[in-house]
């Protein structure tokens, strides 16, 4: 008996040094570049620049099947399978976009990069573009991502953007931070594009 409790207390102090190396490491990753235009009780407003992503395409409609599907690819394609074996450095969030039938999942490319320093990916479905500026309404969770959370907090957020009478654009998007073995501090965002009419009050 004080054998198994003993196992089960150093299994307990490995996976606590593990999260927390696994949170350090998190922290060091670079995070897609905004500038935050009001931060509300409930969401904040923000505005993103353009940035270079790698994107592909899905008939996926949920958000595990979108996971499944895009993020090998777009990670096989950072860790060198492009035509030059070259390495590009992982940031975060990651950018996951799910329709009723067709879905996108974009990883950003490193700052200090342009459209054109980039190798061309092996996989033609891969897709390297210049996303466009915008504004955009940000709500955040934290926990695990589920298509069930999403849907949740996409829906209150529509419902924080209605009450305020603000109106948006396009569809509401996912963005996730974390790796999938990090159990602890995750950061999650569901986002939609503003339109500019509704941000007369912030004086844009």
């Known amino acids: 008996m004080k ?3 003993l196992i089960i207390v150093i299994i307990l102090i490995l996976l606590t040094i593990f999260q ?3 949170t350090i490491t998190t922290n060091k990753t670079e995070t897609q570049g905004y500038t935050v235009i009001s931060k509300e009780t409930e969401f904040e407003v923000r505005y993103y620049p353009a940035a270079v992503i790698a994107k ?3 008939t996926s409609n949920s958000y595990k099947e979108l996971g499944s599907y895009g993020f090998g690819k777009l990670a096989t394609y950072i860790f060198g399978g492009n035509n030059q074996n070259k390495q590009i450095a992982m940031t975060s969030p990651v950018h996951m976009d799910i329709g009723d039938s067709v879905s996108t999942m974009a990883f950003v490319m490193p700052a200090s990069m342009d459209k054109e320093d980039l190798p061309a990916p092996n996989n033609a479905d891969i897709v390297i573009e210049t996303t466009t500026p915008e504004y955009v309404a940000v709500i955040r969770f ?3 991502a589920s298509t069930e959370r999403i849907n949740e ?3 209150r957020l529509q419902s924080i953007l ?3 009478g603000m109106t948006y654009q396009g569809n509401f998007r996912f963005l996730g931070y974390n790796p999938p073995y990090q159990l602890f501090g995750r950061r999650n ?3 939609v ?3 500019i009419e509704s941000l007369s009050e912030y004086r844009i």
Do not use: P, W
Request: glycine share 8%.
């Open 193 to 195: 594009s503003l339109n």
């Open 153 to 155: 907090y996409k829906i």
């Open 3 to 5: 054998k198994a409790i």
């Open 189 to 191: 965002e569901i986002i």
């Open 56 to 58: 592909i395409s899905s």
């Open 142 to 144: 934290g926990g695990f």
């Open 20 to 22: 927390s190396y696994t």
């Open 162 to 164: 209605k009450s305020k």
